[in-house]
């Protein structure tokens, strides 16, 4: 199958659902909650553009600003949770807190599917389309990535990301150096929800429905694949994972029934060859990569 312009749009929707699961991942937390804001982002989308006619105005297309608006609605409900629940749950650590953030996920799921003005079981339709074709969609994904990418290779290199990286590294010896570790844990896991919400107010208009099926267990096990297989030692590697791994399954379509049996093969025998994933920083330094410099790497002044 050709890479068509709707295929590269889910390929880079794919890569920021990866980053939104590297940040929390950088701070040395396993955070499974992407799907979680991710359908946080979607409802928020859906919900607005459906039922609220203002908001349509009166063109064939969507208003751009009332697509602004729900980026800016799902960033602020995505993260006021995001900053409701970390305190307690970021306490927890490794498997436990990946248990803990399933269970969020589960939680929205099944509120989802009782709610009655989430469209329960069949959710909500025939949302508008702020773009004509998939072309505009590609544009602003491509733009968004862009967006979080550089903010991500910034955050490398400032403070936030040093003590980020340190606490990755050895939580107990930052907090013995004066770290605030609690704050930079919460910030990273706030900085996931956002993009996560961001990417699902896109998908909703992208695919014109949305249900509760967008933000489940089984996608949160996609989005960790996404990390390790592309590497979660660089903001690279989870874009490089989100963008392989979500062409894939369509890439494999010639092979007919076989596509998900080499879709898992792919999935593990990745982590085995590759124990660091597709892009760690040796790699990139070997490149001369102009973003692989990490705090950790910076030269002594």
């Known amino acids: 199958m050709p890479l068509d312009a709707s295929l590269l749009v ?5 890569a920021l659902l990866g980053l939104s699961v590297y940040l929390p991942l950088r701070a040395g937390q396993l955070s499974l909650a992407t799907p979680g804001f991710y359908a946080i982002g979607g409802y928020t989308a859906a919900l607005l553009s459906t039922r609220f006619p203002a908001l349509a105005g009166d063109g064939a297309l969507y208003p751009l600003p009332s697509l602004l608006l729900e ?5 602020l409900i995505a993260g006021a949770l995001a900053l409701a629940i970390g305190g307690p749950v970021l306490k927890l650590k490794g498997i436990y807190l990946a248990i803990a953030t ?9 509120l989802n599917l ?9 959710g909500l339709f025939a949302i508008p389309q702020p773009f004509e074709g998939p072309v505009g969609y590609l544009l602003l994904s ?4 862009a967006l979080v990418c550089w903010l991500c290779a910034r955050l490398e290199r400032l403070r936030l990301g040093r003590a980020m990286e340190a606490i990755r590294e050895d939580e107990l010896a930052a907090a013995c150096m004066g770290l605030d570790t609690a704050r930079v ?12 919400a961001v990417a699902g107010v896109i998908s909703a208009h992208f695919l014109n429905t949305w249900n509760a099926r967008q933000g489940s267990f089984d996608a949160s096990i996609t989005t960790l694949a996404f990390v ?14 989100g963008l392989a791994l979500t062409a894939l399954p369509e890439l494999l379509r010639p092979v007919g029934d076989l596509r998900l049996v080499v879709y898992g093969l792919v999935i593990l025998l990745g982590p085995i060859l590759f124990p660091q994933g597709l892009i760690t920083p040796e790699l990139l330094r070997r490149l001369r990569w102009p973003f692989r410099q990490t705090s950790a790497e910076a030269p002594a002044p």
């Open 10 to 14: 889910q390929m880079l929707l794919g």
């Open 71 to 75: 980026l800016v609605l799902a960033a």
């Open 102 to 110: 399933i269970a969020l996920v589960e939680i929205l799921r099944v």
């Open 114 to 122: 009782n709610l009655g003005f989430t469209g329960g079981a069949t």
């Open 142 to 145: 491509l733009a968004v990535l």
């Open 185 to 196: 844990k919460l910030l990273s896991f706030l900085f996931s929800a956002l993009v996560a």
């Open 228 to 241: 390790v297989f592309g590497g979660s030692r660089t903001w690279l590697g989870p874009v490089v994972g």
